[in-house]
């Protein structure tokens, strides 16, 4: 129940957070927002069926740049066309490079991930496609007509910081029914153990590469956003550093829960901004790269299950404590536990025969 509530909480308490009144924190919360759209997506493929992408990047930048492109100069485009076209672009490229990069596994199949997303990097990089290495602008919102009718103005900033929040809300929605389906339950089962999941009889190459397919339309949803919120696409956008940017959130998070995609990407957001705060570094700020680092290596070494995990290693150390008071939780939890029918048989009297009675 608890489980339940709490992104139903956290949903309320972003949604109350707009009146906020400064501009800076509405915008920090946005960019949270929507790289906790674009964890998510990536949990799918690492935490829901155990494949580990370095080129995620690809599909975030793919739709930063079609919602960029196909934007006209001089008036806003129909977001209903606009944002099914960025999905659709990502979905297909996932489509073609997916169906070849599941062909490998472990190692070989996350630089195989990494050269498609590369490849991407460099179209938009070094052609004419997008600006080149300049990027591109984005001077008007898209909007949303119905016959002339105006149901929202995402040029309003209240109006787009809502519309983020919704899209957030509907991806989790969608994960967390997917989840629960069969075909979650299948790619829990290819994660495990996918050679006893063909014994059973399951094809997990379609399993594989539909999940591929839906994490990399989630992910163009968030460049798509992205896009709309800066107004400017540059191809730094699907570079690596962006896929391992996105990687360390699941990580840090925790990877077997979509809450943990999430806290992930809100740790790593405010620490980069932490770090990069010259109010309270001042000239070091410049050199935010090396505190971050020893930050993300410090948590990951203390929370092996991520700071999802927290609650429950906190749990199993009080019941550690409370077994054992004078030792600490990790010697308790390696000392030797009694054998109980040992014990029995070492404490229990010896019954002396009755006369007439067979001896055994």
């Known amino acids: 129940m608890l489980n339940r509530l709490l992104p139903i909480a956290a949903l309320l308490a972003l949604a109350v957070f707009s009146w906020s009144g400064s501009d800076y924190y509405t915008g920090l919360a946005i960019k949270i927002m929507i790289y906790g759209i674009f964890a998510l997506s990536l949990q799918l493929l690492v935490g829901g069926a155990g494949l580990v992408s370095l080129g995620h990047a690809a599909f975030f930048g793919i739709g930063a740049y079609v919602a960029a492109l196909l934007s006209p100069e001089s008036e806003a485009a129909g977001l209903w066309w606009l944002l099914p076209a960025a999905l659709l672009a990502a979905a297909a490229y996932a489509l073609a490079t997916g169906a070849l990069a599941l062909r490998t596994r472990g190692v070989y199949f996350i630089m195989v991930t ?3 997303s590369q490849m991407a990097y ?6 004419k496609i997008g ?4 990027g591109i602008y984005l001077y008007f919102r898209p909007e949303l007509s119905l016959g002339g009718w105006l149901p929202f103005d995402l040029g309003d900033a209240r109006t ?15 994960l967390a029914l997917l989840r629960r389906s069969p075909f979650g339950a299948a790619l829990a089962g290819i994660r495990i153990n996918e050679q006893r999941m063909r014994a059973a009889g399951y094809s997990t190459y379609p399993y594989k590469l539909a999940a591929y397919v839906i994490g990399a339309t989630l992910a163009s ?27 360390l959130m699941v990580i840090l998070g925790g990877m077997g829960s979509l809450g943990g995609a999430v806290l992930g990407t809100v740790a790593l957001v405010l620490m980069q ?11 070091y700020a410049r050199h935010w790269h090396l505190p971050l680092g020893v930050a993300i290596i410090a948590l990951v070494a203390l929370l092996p299950n991520g700071l999802a995990g927290l609650p429950a290693q906190l749990r199993q150390r009080r019941a550690a404590h409370v077994a054992a008071p004078g030792l600490d939780a990790d010697t308790a939890r390696a000392a030797p536990k009694p054998d109980a029918a040992h014990s029995s048989r070492q404490q229990a009297p010896a019954r002396l025969p009755i006369q007439g009675e067979p001896h055994v």
């Open 114 to 116: 990494l050269a498609f």
């Open 122 to 127: 460099y179209v938009f990089h070094d052609t």
């Open 131 to 134: 600006g080149g290495s300049d």
């Open 160 to 174: 787009f910081y809502f519309f983020v929040l919704a899209c957030l809300a509907l991806t989790w929605g969608f």
């Open 221 to 247: 949803l968030a460049g798509f956003l992205f896009a709309l919120k800066d107004g400017f696409v540059t191809p730094e956008l699907l570079a690596w550093e962006q896929s391992g940017l996105v990687l």
């Open 273 to 283: 901004e932490l770090f990069q705060s010259q109010e309270i570094f001042g000239e």
